[in-house]
């Protein structure tokens, strides 16, 4: 399973952006994918996670600000993220688990098998 994250860049603080993951590749049909951001001295953190029967998951950081979802067309899944503020610079990597078989548990503390490269995301105060 491939990954490719799309849509960073550098905003002001309050704007919005737009991030996108498209997948590739031969996979199950349940799944388990997020986001994840790894600011500069920092560990990566879990941000969403998004699982195939709906559950969702939050960062408490970013919750009301941060909106995890797919369209019917499931080769791709966003981040939409509002109000950004400074703390939110960081690089971005989306990822994800694919299975066939039973559900699985989906949350912020997942293993994830599958990853992206990043993309950065910059916001300025």
């Known amino acids: 399973v491939d990954l490719v994250e799309s849509g960073g860049g550098s905003v002001q603080a309050g704007r919005s952006l737009k991030l996108s993951c498209e997948v590739s590749g031969s996979r199950g049909d349940n799944y388990c994918v997020g986001w994840f951001r790894q600011a500069p001295g920092k560990e990566r953190e879990a941000v969403a996670t998004l699982e195939s029967e709906g559950t969702i998951s939050y960062a408490d950081s970013v919750k009301g600000r941060f909106t995890i979802f797919q369209t019917n067309f499931k080769n791709t899944f966003y981040l939409q993220m509002n109000d950004l503020r400074p703390e939110d610079t960081a690089t971005y990597y989306c990822?994800?688990?694919?299975?066939?078989?039973?559900?699985?548990?989906?949350?912020?503390?997942?293993?994830?098998?599958?990853w992206g490269r990043g993309t950065q995301v910059t916001v300025a105060s």
């Open positions: 990822a994800g688990t694919y299975w066939i078989g039973w559900a699985r548990n989906c949350d912020l503390n997942s293993d994830m098998e599958s």
